[in-house]
């Protein structure tokens, strides 16, 4: 079974700097996707961010990158400019490339406080 | 886009009663929904799969008599929780996947369930 985890409970950023949160997963499999969500206080979960494993090259959405390590079974997340409006629970989730494995895993979150 | 919404957007029932929940894909067909719990300052857990026309799949731990799936059509799924209790109170999320060759979930705003 895959696991995710995220080491930071909570993390704060001043107002237009920029912030990394963390993520590791387990998994034995060689092809998977991986994405980060954002839930504001609001706890609509929006995506911010996908990675295909296969894909070597990081991805990037406007202020938002990735940091995609698969040897080291990281994925951690950059945010650059953070904004008041970044504040949020942030989940970085694992999910099975394998047909009809749909299901997504979630880490336990960190909680971003982005500080005027 | 890629709209969820799920209805009520919370709900306040006696100990005993049954309760059901909406989600609906408004702009697209959900071959795939998926139904989340999600406590205070938790992560996102998963109950179960639902595919259009057949049976959903629960997770371990997940009673399928206590929390009823239906998924009648493309676009509409039903979660009933049946003879609702105090502890059932939660927040309930669900996500909807597009056809085959999608790999991302879009969520609704979720549902808050107070059982008195």
């Known amino acids: 079974a895959q696991t995710v985890t995220q080491s930071q409970p909570e993390m704060s950023v001043q107002e237009a700097e920029t912030v990394t949160l963390s993520c590791t997963y387990d998994?034995?499999?060689?092809?998977?996707?991986l994405f980060w969500y954002k839930q504001p206080p609001s706890r609509q979960m929006i995506l911010v961010i996908r990675q295909e494993a296969y894909k070597q090259q990081n991805a990037t959405e406007n202020r938002f990158s990735v940091n995609f390590q698969k040897a080291a079974k990281s994925f951690s997340l950059k945010i650059s400019d953070s904004q008041l409006g970044d504040t949020a629970m942030y989940f970085c989730?694992?999910?099975?490339?394998?047909?009809?494995?749909?299901?997504?895993?979630f880490g336990k979150g960190t909680k971003l406080s982005v500080i005027p | 886009g890629a709209v969820v919404s799920q209805h009520p957007s919370w709900v306040i029932c006696k100990s005993g009663t049954s309760v059901k929940i909406e989600c609906r894909s408004l702009d697209f067909q959900a071959t795939t929904m998926f139904w989340y719990r999600q406590f205070p300052k938790q992560s996102l857990m998963l109950m179960a799969t639902s595919n259009e026309g057949s049976k959903a799949t629960y997770e371990q731990g997940v009673e399928k008599d206590k929390f009823l799936i239906n998924h009648a059509s493309l676009t509409l799924s039903t979660l009933t929780v049946t003879s609702a209790h105090p502890e059932d109170s939660s927040f309930y999320i669900c996500?909807?996947?597009?056809?085959?060759?999608?790999?991302?979930?879009?969520f609704g705003p979720g549902t808050r369930l107070l059982v008195l």
């Open positions: 989730a694992f999910r099975s490339s394998g047909a009809g494995s749909y299901q997504l895993t």
């Open positions: 998994t034995s499999e060689n092809n998977y996707y």
């Open positions: 996500s909807a996947k597009k056809g085959l060759g999608s790999e991302t979930q879009y």
